[in-house]
């Protein structure tokens, strides 16, 4: 596609729910990166991939929180029992570079997830 | 949490006046790239700079990168309505052999018609 495309646009999930959001990469893009953006903050790393392999996953908060990327294309990322923390705009991010970082990164419009 | 500070946080100006926000890292940066994010929207990238001293323009925008390649700064001349956003520098660290973008907090720049 033309450009990073993610869904859904906004999400509203019960404490306690699980969610999945999904991120389609410009087609071709090796590297694959998901930030966690709070209101008036900069995007917090959550998780890079490359290709299918995820390569760091440091950033993720806890263990509810899980990334795939099956085939090297689309990627998920779910919260399990979210709680009223997670809600934030989850940002999806690519790069033709095999090197996070290495190249500039086309974020996607993000989504932005509320925890009632 | 964040390593890449950036200041200040909010900076209003009157439309013509100049504008700078500046990023520090207490650790050497590979590069630093700056990013530039609309109200409602997504960062969009702006420029990278990867040598130590490096100075780049962009018609009304001069980014910079210190020599000890810890700090950077951007810089609007003359600033107009249409560069309200918030600016964001991102460094890259790397740990082993991956490297990982670290985004400072941003400036909230408003102009001021």
């Known amino acids: 596609g033309a450009g990073v495309s993610q869904s859904p646009r906004y999400k509203v999930a019960k404490r306690g729910q699980d969610v999945a959001l999904r991120c389609d990469p410009i087609s071709g893009h090796v590297s694959l990166f998901w930030y966690q953006q709070a209101l008036g903050q900069g995007p917090e790393f959550l998780t890079y991939?490359?290709?299918?392999?995820?390569?760091?996953k440091s950033g993720l908060p806890s263990d509810r929180f899980f990334a795939e990327r099956p085939e090297g294309s689309v990627s998920t990322l779910k919260i399990q029992r979210t709680q009223q923390e997670d809600s934030a705009v989850y940002l999806c991010a690519s790069s033709s570079a095999r090197a996070g970082g290495n190249s500039p990164l086309h974020f996607g419009n993000g989504t932005r997830l509320t925890v009632t | 949490g964040q390593q890449v500070m950036q200041i200040p946080q909010y900076q209003h100006v009157q439309e013509g006046e100049d504008f700078t926000t500046y990023c520090n890292s207490s650790?050497?940066?590979?590069?630093i790239q700056w990013y530039k994010q609309r109200p409602g929207g997504h960062p969009v990238f702006l420029i990278q700079l990867v040598k130590s001293g490096e100075v780049k323009k962009q018609k009304r925008l001069t980014f910079q990168f210190g020599e000890a390649k810890k700090n950077s700064s951007l810089h609007i001349t003359a600033t107009q309505t249409t560069d309200v956003g918030t600016y964001f520098c991102?460094?890259?660290?790397?740990?082993?052999?991956?490297?990982?973008?670290?985004f400072g907090k941003g400036t909230k720049l408003s102009v001021k018609p």
């Open positions: 650790t050497t940066l590979s590069n």
């Open positions: 991102a460094g890259l660290k790397w740990v082993g052999s991956q490297g990982n973008l670290i």
């Open positions: 991939f490359q290709n299918e392999a995820q390569l760091d």
